[in-house]
């Protein structure tokens, strides 16, 4: 059974950097487009930052761009996302989430195996 966890959540000030961390077992990783989305309160949740199955493709969306850096390690199967320069519009919940799909893509939709989520909570 495949189970997706993230970690790494918390509390910050703006301005201040977190790194998400996210493991997926019971499947080949580098099988699976990798991405991190988040859903905050009243909000629809939405793509972050998504990585195609080698590393070689990203996506950020442009809220997080020069912001937050994904990576993976398919040997270990892990996958990070380091966010620096928080902002509190960045609080949310956060989703780590697997896609078996042939083309890569950071739309909810596409994406199979779901982590229960991290909290990420930005202080004014």
């Known amino acids: 059974q495949v189970q997706v966890v993230e970690s790494g959540g918390g509390l910050v000030e703006a301005g201040g950097s977190l790194r998400l961390s996210c493991t997926a077992s019971?499947?080949?990783?580098?099988?699976?487009?990798m991405g991190w989305f988040r859903q905050a309160p009243g909000k629809e949740r939405e793509g972050v930052s998504c990585?195609?199955?080698?590393?070689?493709?990203?996506y950020y969306t442009d809220f997080v761009k020069g912001r937050f850096t994904i990576s993976r390690d398919n040997a270990k199967n892990t996958m990070s996302l380091q966010l620096n320069n928080l902002k509190p519009d960045d609080t949310a919940m956060y989703y780590c989430?697997?896609?078996?799909?042939?083309?890569?893509?950071?739309?909810?939709?596409?994406?199979?195996?779901w982590g229960q989520g991290t909290q990420v909570t930005v202080s004014s």
């Open positions: 990585i195609g199955r080698s590393g070689d493709v990203t």
């Open positions: 019971a499947l080949t990783h580098d099988h699976y487009h």
């Open positions: 989430a697997a896609s078996k799909r042939g083309m890569f893509s950071c739309l909810s939709d596409v994406y199979d195996y």
